[in-house]
């Protein structure tokens, strides 16, 4: 850690992690997580922000009961979080004790907001354990915990049914956003690397929506971008200018909010955004069979509990591998909408607070903390 860095952040950490909420985070990656509770936490009580995140655009965020810091995180970083003082400690990063980030035996109290829809299932390994709260966001994600307390004989934590803030961010964005009704866009969001059906599928996916009338809207993978440029330069060589009058276009926003509302399906594979798609779009998912890597992973010590998230997939999605399944499941996608839109309905009614969570996490957080 650079020495003035480290100087500056030590003295501010120490000035107001005893008499604020200390809110830790890796960067831009979970604003839409973590602005939503500030918002809510500085109407009431001082917010301590630490961003390992130099580009962070929390940091420009001016409120006189917001404290941002900029902390390397290195070792020097590592051991100033392991020190720390306070009350309450309120993170999106999991895996607390088990990868770099260590509690503080001068914290009182570590709670964990969630920052996808997926179940407990995909972090890694122990990723919770070590908390004293995890903020859930359906009655399924208590089973999960308490199963994995009792296989594990870990220590029980708080598991508070309050919702996933991030979702507050896209409702409110879903309300606001209108879209053309006559365009029909179909988006397309592969994985990346191994995962990516566009490396192994044997038909141009794009060509064949097109030549069934639709728009496409191409949604990268965030690693794509980097890892798989050949394959992106590509894409774009042959479709920037779309086919046969229709359109071609690519999202690479954080939030892909318009990309769900204005487009008729999804095509992916299974991860936390097709959750997000059916919740907010409420439209069908076709996905492409690739077998789930697990790999270290919470999921490992349930193996034969069906998982939240992959029982709205299994319920909602047409899983495909040919261009002939591909086919039937587009069809469907597009003509049964209503039927869709009904079962996905039941999924989100037992999402707790949906689109109103913050103000919930906060004010558990503000309880906590006085306690």
């Not at 973590?34 to 580009?55: A, F, G, Q, R, S």
């Not at 001016?62 to 590592?78: A, I, R, S, T």
């Not at 996905?287 to 349930?302: G, P, T, V, W, Y």
């Amino acid at each position: 850690m650079g020495l003035l860095n480290f100087i500056k952040a030590k003295k501010n950490i120490k000035s107001w992690s005893e008499k604020s909420i200390v809110i830790f985070s890796e960067g831009n990656v979970y604003n839409t997580t973590n602005k939503p509770v500030i918002d809510e936490l500085i109407k009431e009580i001082d917010v301590l922000y630490i961003t390992i995140d130099k580009d962070d655009e929390l940091l420009l965020f001016n409120h006189e009961k917001f404290h941002p810091v900029y902390l390397e995180f290195d070792f020097w970083g590592q051991l100033l979080m392991a020190t720390i003082k306070g009350k309450l400690f309120l993170t999106a990063t999991y895996s607390l004790e088990v990868l770099s980030l260590k509690k503080s035996k001068f914290m009182k109290y570590y709670v964990c907001m969630l920052h996808s829809s997926t179940d407990l299932q995909a972090g890694q390994k122990y990723s919770f354990d070590f908390f004293d709260s995890v903020i859930c966001f359906t009655k399924a994600q208590l089973q999960t915990l308490e199963e994995l307390e009792q296989i594990r004989k870990s220590s029980v934590k708080e598991k508070p049914l309050l919702g996933l803030a991030y979702y507050d961010v896209y409702d409110k964005l879903n309300k606001s956003i209108d879209v053309e009704d006559d365009e029909k866009y179909v988006l397309v969001a592969p994985s990346w690397g191994s995962n990516n059906f566009l490396n192994y599928i044997d038909f141009d996916i794009f060509e064949y929506i097109f030549q069934a009338g639709y728009n496409v809207i191409f949604r990268p993978h965030p690693m794509s971008l980097t890892y798989e440029t050949e394959l992106l330069s590509n894409i774009k060589s042959k479709y920037m200018n779309g086919y046969n009058g229709l359109k071609f276009e690519i999202d690479t926003d954080n939030i892909a909010i318009k990309s769900i509302k204005k487009s008729l399906c999804l095509v992916s594979a299974c991860s936390g955004f097709v959750i997000d798609y059916a919740m907010f779009a409420n439209k069908g998912l076709i996905l492409f069979n690739n077998e789930r890597k697990i790999d270290n992973l919470d999921q490992i010590d349930l193996p034969k509990r069906i998982f939240w998230d992959e029982q709205v997939v299994e319920d909602i999605a047409r899983f495909v591998t040919t261009k002939e399944d591909f086919g039937k499941a587009l069809t469907y996608c597009i003509k049964e909408q209503t039927k869709i839109g009904s079962k996905i309905e039941k999924y989100r009614n037992e999402i707790m607070n949906y689109g109103n969570a913050a103000v919930y996490i906060a004010k558990y957080c503000v309880e906590k903390y006085n306690l």
